[in-house]
């Protein structure tokens, strides 16, 4: 299985770009109702304010882009092949969207892509084949993922998504979730938007958006008019503070002694798992009462588990298997080759 992640950042741009990159993931530049998007790292190099929503519907401008350039990316790899792909929403949007979000994607029989930005000579048609459509709660992804994929993990477990949106968690056993465990918060937003706070008394920071903070805050620092600023600090105390204010309540007031009974695995997903500062939080919380486990690649976790749902609902031979995570942060699409 290959995935491959963008910044789910965009912004229009009519200008031209001319060999920017030979990297195509790199030079998203598509065509959507007469009006040219660059998406992605495009956006970061070359926008001016490149931005993205948060928790987007089908509705949106942002959804609707990032669907196109999450599928022109699994085009690349299965070209005119069918496809059956999965995808989702937060647990709590689930139901408000998965009707819009079928109908939209299977209104796609095409993206208009400008190559120039790689080295082509203008715009073409790439056509998308899509043959089956599938809807999963992103949470339902991460957990086929725990289980069908690497980790492997069987049994009953509890699963934490600290997306950068939203905050689910829950107790999954082998015949499903156990609907009175489920809960959603605020995601990862929450600890940068403090520290863009916290560091905009002392500092001016420009034109930076949420994500490229987002990045500088993973790295530890940031460079602000010329200066390096170690964010070190900064991250450990906003951190501290989320995991305190929001995800500790929150498991509080969900989860009862009789659900550790019948678990010892917790399984954090996500690109807050990313964040060291607070995956130390969860083990001073949990330490001897729960094994805590973390993925290698814990942002590809829903994107990884879609992939695989979506392959095991192919119906027709020579149909390959995409999983689309169109996340908050980052847009993650993984296709399963024909020999996996």
């Known amino acids: 299985m290959k995935t491959t992640t963008f910044p789910s ?73 069918p496809i059956s792909i999965t995808t989702g929403f937060p647990h709590s949007t689930y139901n408000l969207n998965k009707e819009a979000a079928s109908e939209l994607i299977s209104k796609i029989k095409s993206v208009t ?16 084949n899509i043959e089956r459509i599938n809807l999963i709660p992103e949470i339902f992804g991460a957990i086929v993922a725990a289980r069908e994929g690497e980790m492997g993990i069987r049994g009953s477990m509890f699963v934490v998504s600290l997306g950068y ?5 829950g107790l ?25 706070k916290e560091l905009s008394n002392t500092h001016y920071l ?21 200066r390096r600023i170690d964010l070190s600090d900064l991250r450990k105390s906003v951190l501290r503070q989320y995991y305190e204010n929001v995800i500790s309540p929150l ?20 690109g807050g798992a990313y964040y060291r500062e607070l995956v130390e939080s969860f083990y001073d919380e949990f330490k001897g009462l729960l094994k ?26 020579g149909t390959r298997a995409v999983g689309l995570d169109i996340g908050n942060a980052h847009t993650c699409v993984s296709v399963k080759s024909s020999e996996d």
């Open 113 to 128: 892509r400008d190559t120039r930005p790689f080295g082509g000579s203008g715009y073409e048609d790439i056509p998308i």
């Open 206 to 226: 420009g034109l930076r958006n949420e994500h490229q903070f987002d990045t500088a805050l993973k790295q530890g620092n940031i460079i602000l008019n010329r």
């Open 251 to 270: 498991i509080k007031n969900t989860w009862n002694d009789d659900d550790f009974s019948k678990t010892s695995t917790l399984v954090l997903v996500g």
């Open 292 to 317: 805590i486990e973390i993925p290698d690649n814990p942002m590809e976790m829903a994107s990884t588990g879609y992939c695989l749902h979506a392959s095991q609902k192919i119906e027709y031979p």
């Open 9 to 81: 950042v965009l912004e229009s741009y009519n200008s031209s770009l001319l060999n920017v990159t030979t990297d195509t993931t790199d030079a998203i530049k598509i065509k959507h109702n007469n009006e040219d998007y660059i998406i992605g790292n495009l956006a970061l190099a070359e926008g001016k304010s490149p931005h993205k929503g948060i928790n987007s519907s089908p509705d949106d401008l942002d959804y609707q882009l990032l669907l196109k350039a999450g599928l022109l990316i699994a085009a690349e790899d299965v070209g005119t092949k």
């Open 165 to 169: 949106g939203t905050l689910e968690f």
């Open 172 to 196: 999954t056993t082998e015949d499903g979730f156990v609907q009175r465990t489920l809960s959603s918060g605020n995601g990862l937003r929450y600890a940068i938007d403090s520290a863009m």
